[in-house]
């Protein structure tokens, strides 16, 4: 019998085929997995096996996953969880973001979908209670976010509407899309969903946009899978929701007053491409947002109360129409003060920009901030950009931007993201690559969220990057190989929201998870094995890494460069951050985990984590 | 029925609903046991993100939709005004859901049997949890029937290309085709 909080089928589509097919998963597995980011990882390595190394990620072998977890839906906060080997890392990165698309999966009767091969034309995947189809998206090829999310809206209402009309109003499918920048195979490209949302680490967009896939929709009549307690089930929701909403300040602003309060106070928020980490511009306070922009202010998805959402609109100007979220303070870090720009609305168009070319809105304008940077250093030049960019210019940034998206001119090297940006450029300039890595803030290849560690006044410290296995996802840091275990890599693997998460103590969480799947499943043995398991697992896979890139062991554990340099100016000015603790840290958390000098779990830690299938490939990494 | 039940009408503020679909979820536990969206009574239509309308029974002064039914399977409870649906008497025709002005009646995913709000019998918990959270999208009003109520029964797409165009100025005559 399948586990409480399992729509017990999973779909198995091979594009190149055209072949759909139903699959299950053990007990043991959902057991030792979970769902979403856990039982990716495990079914990716399952697939791919030891040709892990030879696989580009963009090869139609590669499979691009769409994974809900057993608290989908049932928990607040509604979430998705796309997988795959990444085109970023190399390794793996369950990479999350709200939208209905899950839950509608889930009460259609499925819990997850994996696509290999590669489409010989642009499909949808259309999940009904009838099973899924691939839909010919010729049609919506090319077009941006917000039209291909009005169109499909429409199309797949009205199909659904044709197919039972008797049964009175059909509401909208939920969806995930692609939009020009995973096309064009942009590698730090988001998967997107509901305008402004985004699966944005990991580079899965690109991994859609390989396989010819613009979209994919669900919508299920069904009821949310039954789990294992339902009577506790239904308390612990109520419980729970008491919880987020007691939480008044996050759901009155979000986190939309902190791209004052960040660069402010923390001095953690990259400004110029991470030249500095301090600001004090108040016209970038919250109120200049809300008061002017904010045209909803408490903005949920399915089944979230913490609604740190609030829908923006530009209503005058050049920008009339653009629509976002806040923007929320990752976007206002990085389509705002990481440009050098300081104007909401500017930062607001910027951001509705990389919506509607489907950047993630971290990862692409990191690149773009890179290349500004570099421009600075006299490295690249106008030539290479077709003007002269400016910190500081929304235009320059616009431009760039959609460059990226399209692969013209600079923007097809940029595209390559960061890092990989770095080694081309400098082949194209004569110059050996660590003369531009240095001014490259990534983690494995993953640009790093707008929280830096050199003030060591915000959440992030010395290893939070340098020791994750999704590199610079600050929504996933490492701090000790215990406590993180019950964080992220639980949310992603249980799929529900962060922010739904904390502020909720974790002994109701995971109730709540025992509730649903009927598992043994408490804090405890989640962060002292079933994380690790999980963790363990993603570390072997990044770092199996290849083709093209390959990291080295405690060498790229570490953050970049620029968290090396003294922070220029502010309450912090002179700090840096610490290598040493950087060092001794390190080493404490490999030794926790179970994995050796340099990060390679043992054979002893592999056996006892069940994980005895790598050890043929970790005995060539020791 | 419920005689004991007070005259009420669950108010509709569209503006004020975050989309979270707590009701979709609290009505659908009370009706139907569990969490089933699409069981609900109240349904939270989201043609454009950001533009999300419940929709739900507004208890027409006239009941257009208990005219309709062929086989007297729909009633209104004479306490809380609401429309009660017999399901052992109920059809699926459909009747019920083409003679509604908004729409607003579906048949069942499970037996296809004509569903509309009830009120709870006189304590909605739609209108329950849409207050505890502060949204208040969804309040009760204790007052008898006005002639306004049948405006609120209305195709949900009409509203949010309404509220579009609040939200969104010019814009928002493009983002629902």
Known sequence: MTPGGYAGKWLDIDLTKNKIEEVTYSDKMLRQYFGGRGLAAKILWDKIGDKWSELDPLAPENPFMVFTGPMTGIYPGTRICVSGKSPASMGTVGSTAATELANEMRQAGYDGVTFTGKADKPVYLMITDDGAELVDASHLWGLDGEKTLIKLNKEVTEELKKRKPNVGLWKEPGMIYIGPAGENLVRNAAVMAKLCHACGYGGYGSLMGSKNIKAVVAKGRGSLPKVDAPEAAKLLWRRTHEHLIARSNMRRVGTGYAGYSVGAETSSEPVRNWQEEWHDEKSYGGPMFETRFWVKKKWADFNCTTNCMKVSCIQTGPWKGDITDMPDYELQAYCGTNFGIFDPEAN????????????????????????????????LTDKDFGFTPKWGDAMT???????MAVREKIGDVLAEGTYQAAHIIAKMKGKKPEDLLKYAVHVKGIEIGAHGTRSDADYTHDISYAASVQGGDHTSVAVDGYTDMSAAVFTDSAVFCNFTYYGVPQSLVFDFAKAITGFDINLQNWRGETG??????????????????????????DNPPRFYEPLPSGPYKGKTTDREVVDTKLQAYFETLGWDKRGIPTKETLKKLDLADLEKNMAKLR | MNQLSKPIWISRDYA???????????????HEGW????????????????????????????????????????SSDPGTGAVIVDREKCISCGACIRACPGTVPYLHPKDNKATICDLCGGEPKCVEVCTEAGYNALTIVNEGPSIHRKLYSRDPVETAKDLAVKMFGEKGEEVIE
């Not at chain 1, 070319?357 to 600075?376: C, D, K, M, R, Y």
Request: glycine share 6%.
């Open chain 1, 397 to 403: 940034f616009d431009k760039i931007l959609r460059m």
């Open chain 1, 348 to 379: 607001i168009h910027l951001s509705a920009l990389v919506d509607q070319l489907g950047h993630s809105g971290i990862n692409g304008p990191n690149t773009a901030a890179f290349a500004v940077e570099l421009h600075q250093r006299g490295i």
């Open chain 2, 16 to 30: 004020a609903c975050s989309g979270c679909r707590r009701c979709e979820l609290a009505c659908s536990i009370h």
């Open chain 1, 532 to 557: 690790p398991r999980i963790v363990t697992l993603q570390r072997a896979l990044l770092m199996m890494g290849g083709p093209e890139l390959k990291w080295e062991p405690v060498k790229d554990d």
């Open chain 2, 35 to 74: 969490m089933w969206p699409e069981a609900s009574r109240v349904r939270v239509f989201m043609p454009f993100p950001g533009l999300e309308v419940p929709h739900l029974c507004a208890q027409c002064q006239d009941y257009p939709c208990i005219e309709a039914c062929p086989v007297d399977a729909l």
